[in-house]
């Protein structure tokens, strides 16, 4: 099974300092929708892996997560794609659960759930805690350069490779879904080289 974790906030849609806390606060980050289906289109099957401890705060409800949620799909399937699941932590930091990332267990989660070993499963995110838990769980650590890592400098991005073993680093998740698609062509698929 060819699957591809994603980060949600700053890796799919705009991320916010206060939280994404409304349908209309949430907006597709330019050319990601598009990204997610083409991923599809080549056969991979793309998961959401996302801490979302504005539930935990009491800034928003399930309903509004799943309201936002709806509008992602249905937007998604206006461009031909699809999120085959949403796998989010509900808490608060001080709750000291072990599915926000930094931690690997929402991660781990989406393997059982799945059936499959994390080893080498691309994880996308925007963020160092995003890497964290993509490494801990086994997972090749992508960073994109959008939502908090937008606008990094290229000294902050050598200290993320520094902290993150084998990290690759793409301008946005359309750059990630190119380098993989090239990275891993299909068997079946004819090449003119």
Request: aromatic share 4%; hydrophobic share 40%.
């Amino acid at each position: 099974m060819k699957l591809v974790i994603l980060d949600r906030d700053g890796t799919i849609n705009e991320d916010s300092d206060d939280y994404i806390k409304s349908v209309d606060e949430w907006q597709p980050i330019p050319g990601a929708l598009e990204a997610v289906a083409r991923l599809n289109q080549e056969g991979w099957h793309v998961v959401l892996a996302t801490n979302q401890s504005g539930l935990g705060r009491g800034l928003f409800d399930m309903a509004t997560l799943n309201a936002m949620h709806i509008k992602m799909n249905e937007q998604l399937a206006q461009r031909g794609g699809r999120v085959d699941a949403v796998f989010f932590c509900p808490h608060a930091p001080e709750d000291d659960c072990d599915c926000r990332k930094p931690r690997p267990g929402l991660l781990e989660k989406i393997g059982e759930r799945y059936g499959i070993e994390l080893a080498n499963v691309p994880a996308v995110g925007d963020s160092l805690r995003d890497l964290q838990a993509a490494v801990s769980a086994g997972c090749a650590p992508h960073l994109v350069l959008t939502g908090k890592s937008k606008g990094l400098s290229e000294a902050a991005v050598a200290r993320m490779h520094e902290q993150v073993p084998g990290l690759t680093v793409h301008a946005d998740l359309a750059a990630f879904a190119e380098a993989l698609i090239l990275a891993r062509p299909d068997p079946g698929r004819r090449s003119n080289h």
